[in-house]
């Protein structure tokens, strides 16, 4: 499916990053926080892990549903992704003991994790920015509320293993809305992926303060102008 991105359609997606951060990409483990807003954020997704060696490594937390699905469902499987049903009281445990299995994991590997939890949609945006009010938390423009509880399971389960939370914002040139059927079409999309490299260390260890601080991360992230000028550019 990579293939078909690069290839097949020939999308060029391009990387502005710390050229610092740079070099520790592919030699460490890290959980990476992506944004959820097009169809083929999954597919940017993997080709920043292939483009470091750890495709065949990488994880994600999917929804229980897609392991039904024929290939990709029965491929994560087998690959030790960690599905949820997105009921918490239910998924906390299981999550818990997937995660745990990845401490002894013989790779490098990256966790990618959606905080989102679903793709942004005006619909969902305007929902999304009421519960903010309503928990008095600032206004978002281009993302949804990120879900927390997901994200401190996974940070206290891969601490000590994971070095680094890579803060991961997908954007597409031009207004361009990419699709799946897009790309299996050969249609050509410009893509720009901008990470920033944060110490796993820096995030804390209480929950509610860990809370607070992807609430942070989601209020700091900026336009793509603005990070342009901010990240060295990889492509």
């Known amino acids: 499916m990579v293939a078909a991105l690069e290839w097949w359609s020939g999308t ?8 610092k951060s740079y070099p520790l990409y592919g030699n460490e483990n890290a959980i990476v926080v992506l944004n959820h807003a097009f169809e083929i954020d999954f597919l940017c997704g993997w080709t920043f892990c292939e483009r470091f060696g750890v495709l065949g490594s990488s994880k994600v937390l ?26 918490w009281e239910e998924d906390r445990t299981t999550v818990a003991q997937s995660l745990q299995n990845l401490r002894d994991y013989p790779e490098n590997y ?23 009010e309503g928990k008095g938390l600032p206004q978002l423009k281009y993302h949804l509320l990120p879900r927390t509880k997901g994200f401190y399971v996974t940070v206290q389960n891969l601490r000590g293993t994971a070095a680094a939370v890579y803060d991961s914002t997908l954007n597409f040139r031009n207004n361009e809305v990419p699709t799946l ?15 920033r490299r944060i110490p796993l260390e ?5 929950e509610a ?3 607070a ?7 700091e992230k900026v336009s793509e102008n603005k990070k342009r000028e901010l990240c060295g550019r990889h492509g």
């Open 12 to 19: 060029e997606c391009t990387l502005y990053t710390d050229p």
């Open 213 to 219: 601080w992807l609430h942070k991360l989601y209020q």
């Open 62 to 87: 999917a929804k229980k549903e897609l392991a039904y699905v024929p290939v990709i469902g029965w491929m994560w499987y087998f690959l030790e992704i960690v599905f949820c049903k997105r009921k």
């Open 110 to 132: 990256w966790f990618l994790l959606y905080c989102e939890g679903t793709r942004f949609t005006p619909k969902k945006h305007q929902i999304s920015m009421q519960v903010a």
């Open 181 to 195: 059927l897009g790309i299996l079409n050969g249609k050509k999309y410009h893509a720009d992926l901008y990470v």
């Open 209 to 211: 303060e860990c809370a």
């Open 202 to 206: 820096s995030v804390p260890d209480d």
